[in-house]
């Protein structure tokens, strides 16, 4: 029987995971929902998203992509879900417990959703009761655009049966793809999260004027945050420094593609949180990721003073000089 997938948004990341599971040579059938009729009508007629990634070349069947999330979400074997955590809620409205049951649902969003302050697995499990062992996480550092490029990448998937993580990164797995497995779905989420809050702070910090040997230290503290803080939610044998955590936090940090990285950067040189978004025109997960966290710490009261700061920068109205001065003596 032919594995049939399904993915759930159409922004650049959809588009680059469509293009690893196209060019990936095992046999499968590929769907895909979006929201915007436009683009679906003019990926059909010319092959490419008009949005996002255009240069990708989209090799799938024309019926296969369409607006109705029902319809996909039904074929499929495989759920892809990959909007903006801060839409997910609304996207699945229409979707139930029952049209979920007995699929693999894949978590690509790295993002918490807000409100509910869950991850993509708890909010699944909880809410639409998708058991755990049924929920897989893509993470790792793997930006769209370099995908587009066919620039070799690495991700992680991360199931609690890693058979079907072993089944799902075998869809994923090109020339330029290399995929490892991992049983840590909640430590791979919650870094994923955390890495933008992160990458936020790199960006106002490099906004203000701190040059690369404070990102240095910024970011060797902002790797043991995320191993305290996930070290307290999920105790397992987890190694911080594989690419699903240290890696992912290092390339959101610091690439020109982070839009984490350039949301802080544009916070850092005087723009307000209202005027940045706007400008950028794109979700930067981070910003939601630093409430959502503040208020989830709260339960478990680990030292984040980098979350922490990115926090009241953001949601308390504090000069991004000052609280990153007063973050820096308690920086080592």
């Known amino acids: 029987m032919v594995p049939k997938i399904a993915m759930i948004g159409g922004g650049s990341w ?12 095992s046999e499968k059938e590929i769907f895909w929902w979006m929201r915007n009729e436009v683009a679906i ?3 059909k007629k010319f092959k490419h998203n ?12 024309e019926s296969n992509i369409s607006s109705d999330i029902n319809a996909i979400v039904k074929q499929a074997d495989f759920v892809i879900l990959n909007v903006p955590a801060a839409f997910l809620k609304e996207t699945l409205t229409s979707v139930t417990s029952a049209d979920l049951r007995g699929k693999k649902i894949i978590s690509a969003i790295k993002g918490i959703v807000p ?5 993509i697995g708890e909010f699944l499990h909880e809410k639409y009761d998708v058991p ?5 996480v893509v993470s790792g550092p793997c930006h769209a655009e ?44 919650y870094a994923a999260v955390l890495k933008n809050i992160y990458a936020v702070a790199s960006g106002i910090c490099h906004g203000i004027g701190y040059g690369d040997n404070f990102q240095a230290v910024l970011i060797s503290n902002a ?17 911080i420094m594989e690419s699903a955590y240290l890696g992912d936090l ?13 949301f802080g950067n544009m916070v850092g040189k005087g723009y307000t949180v209202k005027s940045a978004q706007l400008e950028m025109n794109m979700i930067a997960e981070g910003y939601y990721a630093a409430k959502c966290m503040h208020i989830k710490n709260s339960a478990y009261n680990v030292d984040m003073p980098i979350s922490k700061a990115v926090h009241n920068i953001l949601y308390e109205n504090r000069s991004p000089q000052i609280e990153m001065k007063l973050l820096a003596e308690r920086l080592n």
């Open 223 to 239: 790797i043991r945050e995320i191993k305290r803080f996930v070290d307290a939610v999920h105790p397992i044998n987890r190694d």
């Open 146 to 189: 370099e995908v587009a490029l066919e620039k070799l990448s690495y991700l992680t998937i991360a199931c609690t049966e890693i058979k079907t993580a072993n089944v799902f990164a075998s869809f994923l797995n090109t020339r330029y793809i290399k995929t490892n497995v991992s049983d840590d779905i909640f430590g791979t989420e």
């Open 250 to 262: 290092l390339v959101t940090a610091y690439s020109q593609f982070s839009r984490n990285r350039t």
């Open 50 to 61: 008009p949005h996002y990634l255009s240069s990708v070349e989209i090799k799938f069947t």
């Open 115 to 119: 409100e509910d302050n869950l991850i």
């Open 41 to 43: 009508d003019h990926i």
């Open 14 to 25: 959809a588009t680059a995971i469509i293009k690893m599971l196209s060019d990936n040579l």
């Open 132 to 136: 755990f062992e049924d929920i897989l």
